[in-house]
């Protein structure tokens, strides 16, 4: 079989077959289809989609293409869960999501990624956490969890090889926001991780690479009807990403703002609400509590009892990082130099924001990828992001910038600027939680 027909054929619109993508998942995994070629297909199936059966099948195929875990040695006293978001701008649910949900009962083995296009990554986040193994054996990554309740790690080269690289590729060649490409990434990954149940947080809104609420719903249905056929119990909430969720954007400044929340000292209340609905979806799809409201009391008891950030703690000991992390967390995360407030032009109510430019300009700085072999500067990013609907002056900034330079500092505050729209009367309010969605239960 020539790959090139395999590309010709999805390029004129065409069903790949059982064969051609078996064909393609072993060539992504062992190397032998070229980047470029990977590349091509890629853009095709982003021009032209995939059916739900070709969706099935890579995801299935990529799932399998490594070691698939199995958690019953371990003869745990809770259901294995886990939470995926689609990605955006200062996204750090999973850091407090992870051990609220392990406080509760939950056993979380949350395999996430690198930053993709202008969303940041968890990975990339975790490792700005000094001795931090990001990337650690599955003997480890199985101890820790089982212990701890929770560990977060980088995917490794033994699990999902083929998405491994296919995520990669995506990334850097605009066909991220493939609906069917998304859903086979995600699903590979939390199949390959031996999941009894999975959340899945589905972003919408200009900081989303699903910027409509059709898209958003098209691919929380596609995740949902795949997981199930391949019996992995999947709900979906969709969530807003028309502004940075929470007040930083930005690797070890979020790390900050998520040690800051479990010690509950200030919950930034868009992240709240966000961080308390999967929680408590979490403990329903799981089946450790049937009631929403009663979820979310539970949900938010482990935080304020400090139960979530010794859960949190004994993660980050555990995986290498430092003892009591949560009480010193401030001496040991890196610093940027420069720290730039960025004031509007003129006094008034924000009243809208390009996530995506706020994104992009973490990349400016240095905090994104533009390349894969790019190296990230973990201290870079934004503080004191303003919400919507909040009056900016010049006691006020639109945000903070942390950079590496004056000069870099200096384009990502022109970026900012230019991302945000100030009114002289505030906007209407805006729901952060759209829609919950759920498959045959």
Request: glycine share 8%; with cysteine.
């Amino acid at each position: 079989m020539l790959f090139t027909d395999v590309i010709r054929k999805k390029r004129d619109g065409g069903e790949l077959s059982a064969d051609e993508i078996a064909f393609f998942v072993k060539g992504l995994a062992d190397g032998s289809v070229p980047a470029e070629q990977v590349s091509a297909l890629a853009m095709a199936v982003f021009l032209n989609s995939m059916t739900a059966a070709e969706a099935g099948l890579l995801t299935m195929g990529m799932a399998a293409s490594g070691t698939v875990l199995n958690w019953a040695d371990e003869h745990l006293d809770g259901p294995v869960v886990d939470k995926h978001s689609t990605g955006g701008v200062g996204d750090k649910v999973s850091f407090l999501l992870a051990p609220i949900a392990a406080a509760c009962g939950c056993f979380v083995p949350m395999i996430s990624g690198r930053g993709l296009g202008h969303t940041g990554g968890t990975t990339d986040k975790v490792e700005s956490i000094p001795g931090y193994n990001a990337t650690p054996d599955f003997s480890l990554f199985r101890k820790v969890v089982k212990e701890a309740g929770c560990a977060i790690i980088g995917q490794t080269e033994d699990l999902a090889p083929a998405d491994r690289r296919f995520y990669a590729i995506r990334d850097v060649t605009a066909t991220v926001e493939s609906v069917p490409l998304i859903t086979a990434s995600i699903l590979s990954k939390k199949i390959a991780a031996g999941l009894d149940a999975l959340v899945m947080d589905i972003k919408v809104g200009s900081g989303a690479f699903m910027v409509s609420m059709d898209r958003a719903e098209e691919l929380a249905r596609s995740i949902i009807d795949t997981a199930a056929a391949a019996n992995l119990k999947t709900h979906a909430i969709i969530t807003d990403m028309n502004e940075c969720l929470g007040e930083t954007a930005g690797n070890a400044l979020e790390i900050a703002e998520s040690v800051a929340y479990l010690r509950n000292d200030h919950r930034e209340s868009r992240l709240d609400d966000v961080v308390m609905s999967l929680t408590a979806e979490m403990l329903v799809v799981s089946g450790l509590e049937g009631n929403r409201n009663v979820a979310r009391q539970k949900a938010d008891d482990a935080v304020t009892s400090g139960k979530a950030a010794e859960a949190f703690d004994r993660m980050v000991q555990a995986m290498g990082g430092p003892k009591n992390f949560v009480d010193t967390y401030a001496t040991h995360l890196p610093k940027a130099e420069f720290e730039i407030p960025v004031f509007a032009e003129a006094e008034g109510y924000l009243a809208a924001v390009d996530a995506f430019a706020l994104g992009n300009s973490i990349i400016e700085l240095g905090g994104g990828r533009r390349a894969l072999s790019d190296n990230l500067d973990l201290s870079v990013g934004l503080s004191g992001v303003t919400p919507i609907g909040s009056l900016v002056n010049r006691q006020r900034p639109l945000a903070i910038v942390h950079a590496a330079s004056e000069a870099s500092a200096q384009v990502a505050a022109e970026m900012i600027r230019a991302a945000c729209v100030v009114s002289d009367s505030p906007p209407a309010e805006r729901p952060v939680i759209y829609e919950n969605l759920r498959g045959r239960e």
